[in-house]
């Protein structure tokens, strides 16, 4: 690949910078480039629209989100090449900066805001209410992160494997360039999009492997309940490749930690406890590994999460210390703004401190008027209890805002939807203490954890937004002011559809809604809501349990966030991305010359880039088939039905041949020129 040098990330990007070493962006901040137009605006709007739409009907009818970043990427290049002039490398990093905001308040508001129908409270709410929700939070989530921004991307250079950064970036400067690299991507993406349409679309072969449907393991299944899985997608294997092993592994490790110590533990003693551990719950001997773990063992990564999040920010309070320090005297410093622009280069440059630090401000005051008049206002007790719920929402926020950001640059998943759990709870508890219970007072949680929820979304997402930024040479403020604008657009949209749904579908079994939307992770808010504030408890055992756990890994030198996270997901979704470091590794090793290596390697960086956005762009299109599919009863997607036995063995065969293949083409990369 060494010939079409022109536009390609430099050598460092990826790796740790040497003693008095720096990294050059691809535009640098003496070169004039367009970046903000109103063609990328009004694209990125656009973007935004659509994607907020069908990211919310699929994260409420499937339970999970989708990748919206590397699609809109791949649609802004493909739109730019039809004009007649083509968009510059950062105006389609504006665009993206826009779009896909509608991930990010899709992640923070289905989550949360339709609970509210299945409490059957949303008499005390509305279209405002459910808005206000997602736009302040994803305006706070902007805010915290600014000032950790340079921390992510600059002081931890190479030290973070960024993986979703990585395959946008590869995306954006590919399609920039052209040439063999170009078709390199485009097949990729092509394999990617057919395999993950006939597995997880067609159901040509199981979506996931399992031992639960080998019958030669059936004791080992039914009697230990020792289960082990793995998801057979091509978007998680390159996400794997991408990541690296030592991180997959240590997510892997907890995964077996929760499926094959924790569940057979709680199953062994489920034989000698009659009745149900938790209320409404069936006895542990009659649940399957996979209830167990739903009811029992994530609880326990649930408290693990919370605790190394918790370690996370000890560790991180020097840069905590020192981004205050910063701040506070950038704020009282005479003429801050003009020796802003004489001191600090475009591609360094934030929002100025003292309007991040008047935006937060602003956003509590507001906040704070919302609960006291609009939400609380009937209480005996309403200025305590809104001061409670403004303090909770943003001590939490911004507390857990560098923790999600740390999990999207380390393994591009992070668990809002444990955070957002333990914030209800937590809100739920106070709440409860200060007499506020019943419909009111879950309504107010849930609208605490919604901000929350939708900020730590944010901070999430514009992480990888502001690592893209840094190697590609675009301006930080302009992504923070676009994914403030934005934000706003996909309100709006979500929540019409979250409003739309709830009549047409509804959220839970009733009378005028037998077959309702799954919407698997606001009926779990919302059981946890109904329990607190009926009177119920919260499994705080297991999440000791979990705290625990995360303290003696973190003593043995050990991220005890990754670790918590491997025993919060499901196994299906870590097992495949340690295979698929395992596939980059052996590439690495795959030659004595470090030059023939790393230019497999970063080949093979091609590859998986490119089947993270077939994976991600045939998830949409999947997504918005069934969506006709549903609401024209009508066939558009073949589904063979092949899950069982010999659909399993070959999700297994066919995923194996796919890491083979990714190994083979990137074996292919002859020596760098």
């Known amino acids: 690949m060494g010939n079409e040098n022109e536009i390609c990330l430099p050598e460092n ?35 935004a629209v659509l994607f907020s739409g069908a990211a919310a009907y699929i994260a409420l009818k ?10 809109i990427a791949i649609l802004a290049i493909g739109c730019s090449a039809l004009l007649a002039r083509k968009s510059t490398l950062i105006e389609n990093v504006n665009i993206l900066s826009i779009g896909a905001t509608s991930g990010i308040i899709v992640g923070g508001s289905v989550f949360t805001m339709p609970a509210i129908y299945i409490l059957g409270i949303e008499n005390l709410s509305s279209f405002f209410q459910i808005f206000v929700v997602p736009l302040f939070g994803a305006v706070l989530g902007v805010l915290f992160l600014i000032p950790f921004r340079r921390y992510f991307v600059a002081d931890m250079h190479g030290k973070l494997p960024f993986p979703e950064a990585t395959a946008t970036a590869e995306v954006l400067v590919t399609g920039e360039r052209g040439g063999k690299q170009a078709k390199v991507l485009a097949y990729a993406m092509a394999i990617g999009a057919v395999f993950d349409f006939l597995g997880p679309s067609m159901h040509a072969w199981a979506e996931s492997f399992t031992t639960a449907m080998i019958g030669g393991l059936s004791a080992v299944t039914h ?56 209320e409404g719950a069936e006895p542990l001997s009659q649940m399957p590994a996979e209830d167990i773990f739903y009811n029992y063992a994530r609880y326990v990564g649930i408290g693990g999460i919370f605790a ?27 003429r801050a703004q003009t020796r802003e622009k004489t001191t600090t280069t475009r591609v360094d440059r934030d929002m100025n401190i003292t309007t991040v630090f008047g935006m937060i401000f602003g956003v509590a005051v507001l906040l704070w008027f919302y ?33 999600s950001a740390w999990a999207i640059a380390m393994i591009s998943v992070t668990p809002i939807s444990g955070m957002t759990l333990r914030t209800l709870i937590v809100t739920a508890v106070l709440f409860s203490q200060l007499g506020l219970r019943g419909p009111t007072g879950m ?39 676009s994914n403030i604008l934005a934000a706003a657009v996909s309100s709006v949209t979500v929540t019409a559809v979250i409003i739309l749904l709830a009549k047409v579908y ?3 079994p009733s009378l005028h809604h037998p077959t309702p939307m799954p919407a698997p992770q606001p009926n779990a808010m919302a059981a946890v809501l109904s329990s607190l504030m009926g009177g119920g408890k919260a499994p705080w055992f297991l999440y000791g349990i979990g705290v625990v756990f995360a303290v003696i890994v973190e003593m043995v030198g050990v991220s005890g966030l990754a670790f918590a996270l491997g025993m919060y997901l499901p196994m299906e979704l870590n097992s495949p ?47 918005l088939l069934k969506f006709f599919e549903d609401k024209y009863r009508t066939l558009l997607i073949p589904d063979f039905n092949n899950v069982g036995s010999a659909g399993n063995w070959l999700g297994l065969v066919v995923f194996v041949l796919l890491c083979v293949y990714i190994y083979w083409d990137a074996h292919r990369e002859a020596r760098e020129a």
């Open 13 to 47: 990007a990826r790796r740790e910078l040497k003693e008095g070493e720096h990294y050059s962006p691809i535009i640098t901040a003496e070169r004039g480039v367009v970046e903000v137009t109103v063609r990328s605006i009004v694209f990125g709007l656009c973007m």
């Open 62 to 71: 499937l339970g999970q989100g989708i990748e919206t970043a590397i699609p």
């Open 223 to 278: 009697r230990v309940k020792a289960v082990f899985s793995l998801n057979t997608s091509a978007a998680i294997c390159g996400l794997g490749y991408l990541i690296g092993v030592r991180y997959a592994a240590i997510i892997v490790a907890g995964s077996l930690m929760s499926w094959f110590v924790l569940v057979p533990l709680f199953a062994h003693l489920g034989n000698y406890i009659a009745g149900p551990i938790t």
């Open 308 to 334: 190394a999040g918790l370690i996370s920010i000890l560790k991180m309070s020097s840069v905590i210390m020192k981004a205050f320090r910063q701040a506070f005297g950038e704020i009282f410093r005479h």
């Open 371 to 403: 609960f006291r008049f609009v939400v609380l206002g009937n209480q005996a007790n309403p200025t305590t209890l809104s001061i409670v719920a403004i303090a909770i929402t943003l001590v939490i926020a911004f507390l857990f805002a560098a923790v």
């Open 443 to 481: 309504l107010a949680t849930l609208l605490v954890g919604g901000v929350v929820c939708t900020a730590l979304s944010m901070t999430g997402t514009l992480v990888t937004e502001f690592k893209i930024a840094y190697w590609l040479g675009a301006t930080p403020r302009t992504i923070q002011w």
């Open 506 to 508: 509804g959220f839970a």
């Open 577 to 623: 991305i340690l295979v698929g470091a395992i596939v980059a590794w052996l590439v690495k090793k795959s030659s004595t010359d470090e030059s023939i290596s790393k230019a497999r390697h970063d080949r093979g960086l091609l590859i998986a880039s490119g089947l993270i956005a077939g994976g991600a762009i045939i998830g949409v299109v999947a997504a």
